[in-house]
Structures are given as C-alpha cells and as structure tokens.
C-alpha cells in the first residue's frame, strides 16, 4: 500500500467520521428542542369545561394560572317557529384563573341583537340551547376558551358539547 492509498482511506474516513457527527450534533438539538417543548407543555395552563347550567364553569386543570380567560360567542339559530331566531350566548372574561381553581362565567343571551334581561326567560333559554340535555340527537357546538399563560403565551381549549354532556377536545399554542 502506498503513501497515497493510506491518505485517500484516511481522508475517507475523516469524512465519514465528520458526517456522523453533524448527524448527531443535529440529532441532540433536536432532543433538546423537544425537551424544552415539553416542559413547556406539561406547565401550562389547561383550562377545561366542568358543568353548564345558569353559568360556564371552568377548571383549570394545569399547572400555571390562566390569565384573561374569554370564551367565543356560542350562536344558535332556532328554526322551530319559522322565524329563524338566532340566539347568541356572550359570556364575561375572567382575568385570571389559578391551577387547579374553579370559575363560573356568566352567560347573556342575545336574540335577534337584543340582549334578553329577564332573568326567568334568560335563564330558560340558556337552558334550552346551553344545557347538553336539551340538544337533539346528533346536535352539537363547540365551546373554544383563549386564554393566556403567565409568559404571554397564548392558548386555546375547545370542548365539544352534545346531548351526553360536555367533552374535552383539544388544547393548543396559538401562535
């Protein structure tokens, strides 16, 4: 073997010892990346749908408090008298929800852009349109919570609610 012959295998071997570590330099900050989305993850807030009846009750299953909680409009349309009536159901913000804390929000429901006050009619029909045990079979709406952690990030719980109560779908960053 030539001089030559053993400087082209060492070079090749240099190369390939070269590659297999920009390889595994890649490979552990892609580790480190996830880790790090994890530990972002398991402390952040969650905050779940616990109950609906004359007020939203929310937990906040997670491990850091929630901050300026408000949950989108629910909008229903009532096609049962053939008018077409379209409720819209506001509900109030909550500034701050600690972990593992429990919160009513109150509900206003809408008709036709008019805010209903009476309490006995405002409290009917936020039963009949909220209240999982008046939806029809195969009914359903979504319940989406923004909400921020105390980082400022921000987050996004939806529940979905049926006639079987209400279910947990998903949490997500919002970016």
Not at 81 to 110: A, L
Request: glycine share 6%; net charge positive.
């Amino acid at each position: 073997m030539g001089s030559s012959t053993v400087q082209l295998v060492s070079v090749i071997i240099l190369a390939i010892t070269a590659g297999i570590l920009l390889w595994y330099s890649a490979e552990t900050k892609r580790l480190a990346d996830l880790t790090a989305k994890q530990i972002k993850i398991s402390l952040k807030p969650i905050i779940t749908i616990i109950g609906i009846d004359n007020s939203l009750r929310l937990k906040n299953i997670g491990k850091s408090p929630a901050l300026n909680i408000l949950v989108s409009d629910v909008i229903r349309v009532d096609n049962s008298n053939n008018r077409n009536d379209k409720y819209v159901f506001k509900f109030s913000e909550i500034t701050v929800c600690g972990s593992n804390e429990e919160r009513g929000v109150s509900i206003t429901p809408y008709c036709n852009d008019k805010a209903i006050t009476a309490s006995g009619d405002a409290d009917k029909i936020k039963q009949y349109f909220l209240d999982y045990n008046s939806l029809a079979q195969g009914k359903t709406y979504e319940l989406i919570i923004h909400y921020k952690d105390i980082e400022k990030g921000r987050w996004s719980s939806t529940s979905i609610v049926d006639n079987k109560g209400v279910h947990f779908k998903e949490v997500k960053e919002l970016k």
